[in-house]
Structures are given as structure tokens and as C-alpha cells.
T-cell receptor, first 110, second 115 residues
Framework: GQSLEQPSEVTAVEGAIVQINCTYQ??????LSWYQQHDGGAPTFLSY????GLEETGRFSSFLSRSDSYGYLLLQELQMKDSASYFC???????????FGAGTRLFVKA | ETGVTQTPRHLVMGMTNKKSLKCEQH?????MYWYKQSAKKPLELMFVYNFKEQTENNSVPSRFSPECPNSSHLFLHLHTLQPEDSALYLC??????????????FGEGSRLTVL
């Protein structure tokens, strides 16, 4: 089967750093993506890792270890507006199928 | 208009009704998708269309019928649905190929309630 595991909830304070982990088990793998979804909104793309290592985009970084079937999203200098759900997603085959985890609800407190 | 547009945004229907959800993408992408999002569950991939050809049907019940008349439009026809089909239905598009990320661009979704 195919599955992605990520924590259901994470709470952090403004200005802090938080890491959201994701482990996956899929039949095919071409990359790991992260998406953000605010309540009532559409998921929006944050980052993509096709190869092992760290990708940095502003306050957000994402890491992948294909040998461990593991990745994480790192959010730095947390802001209240970062309160949202974060989904890891595996791109299967050549991009025609993307499978999502159940999402991690991030609460940022003042 | 830009991005991915879905209509209607909200739909209430009875179990015997027939309705359709519409999705339009203005991004020139070559693939379109239907996902179902229920509370506290992963986004469930329902259908994938690549260059108007259906490449994936993720064991979706036949009461959901997709249609992709061209690379910019995608429909989801609904017939004799069940209350458990109430959910947010998200359309997405992407430009796929080995040298890009396959980033999905989502519409705002159609919130469906089946009575």
C-alpha cells in the first residue's frame, strides 16, 4: 500500500522554529512536496525535494532522505499567519499522481 | 481570470439529484486532477487526466463520473450520491514532466453537502 505519516498537530510560539516530519511508503517515488492550507482556503505549494538534501525558500526549508523514506519541513521565525495545515505529498511516477499525507495542524501562539 | 477556478463553491443536493462540478484552468497545464478532502483525512486522489486522457481512477464509485473535454476544463458529474460523499472537492492542475516539480495548483474547492 501507499502511506504517508506526519504528526496530526504541532504547537509553537511566535518567533520559534518548528519541524514537521514526514515518513512515506509508496510504490513509486519521484519527489516529496509540501503544501500549506489555511482554513477555508486551497492548498498552496511550498517546496519540493527531488534529491536528497535541504532546499531553502525564505523562512521555509525542506529536507529529504530517500534512503530513509523521510523528509521534514522546517519553519523558522514563526508568525501567527503560519497557523495552518501542512501536508507532505509524494509524487508517484512522472508527476501524474500525487499522494498526500493527512496533514499537520500547526498552531502558532503569541 | 488566472489560476484554477471551480464552480459552484457550495452545493447542496439530495441523494436522487444529478449535479456537476466544473473546473477551469488558465495556466496552460497538461494535467488536471480531482481530489476529495474530508475532515481529518488525507486528500484523496480521485481522478487524473493527462492531455485529456484519464490516466488514473483511484477506485472511485461510479456515482462520480469525470469528464475532460479539453486540457483546460474538467467536470465531475454527480449522481445518486450518499451522505458520506459530503466533502470538499478540489480540482488541481499541473505541468508534468521529468524536469519539473509537478507542482499542483488548486482551485478553492466545491463544498458539497448531500442530504
Amino acid at each position: 500500500g501507499q502511506s504517508l505519516e506526519q504528526p496530526s498537530e504541532v504547537t509553537a510560539v511566535e518567533g520559534a522554529i518548528v519541524q514537521i516530519n514526514c515518513t512515506y511508503q509508496t510504490s513509486g517515488f519521484y519527489g516529496l512536496s509540501w503544501y500549506q492550507q489555511h482554513d477555508g482556503g486551497a492548498p498552496t505549494f511550498l517546496s519540493y525535494n527531488g534529491l536528497d538534501g535541504l532546499e531553502e525558500t525564505g523562512r521555509f526549508s525542506s529536507f529529504l532522505s530517500r534512503s530513509d523514506s523521510y523528509g521534514y519541513l522546517l519553519l523558522q521565525e514563526l508568525q501567527m499567519k503560519d497557523s495552518a495545515s501542512y501536508f507532505c505529498a509524494v509524487r508517484d511516477r512522472v508527476g501524474f499522481k500525487t499522494i498526500f499525507g493527512a496533514g499537520t495542524r500547526l498552531f502558532v501562539k503569541a | 481570470e488566472t489560476g484554477v477556478t471551480q464552480t459552484p463553491r457550495h452545493l447542496v443536493m439530495g441523494m436522487t439529484n444529478k449535479k456537476s462540478l466544473k473546473c477551469e484552468q488558465h495556466l496552460g497545464h497538461n494535467a488536471m486532477y480531482w481530489y476529495k478532502q474530508s475532515a481529518k483525512k488525507p486528500l484523496e486522489l480521485m481522478f487524473v487526466y493527462n492531455f485529456k486522457e484519464q490516466t488514473e481512477n483511484n477506485s472511485v464509485p461510479s456515482r462520480f463520473s469525470p469528464e475532460c473535454p479539453n486540457s483546460s476544463h474538467l467536470f465531475l458529474h454527480l449522481h445518486t450520491l450518499q451522505p458520506e460523499d459530503s466533502a470538499l472537492y478540489l480540482c488541481a492542475s499541473s505541468q508534468v514532466g521529468q524536469k519539473n516539480t509537478g507542482e499542483l495548483f488548486f482551485g478553492e474547492g466545491s463544498r458539497l453537502t448531500v442530504l
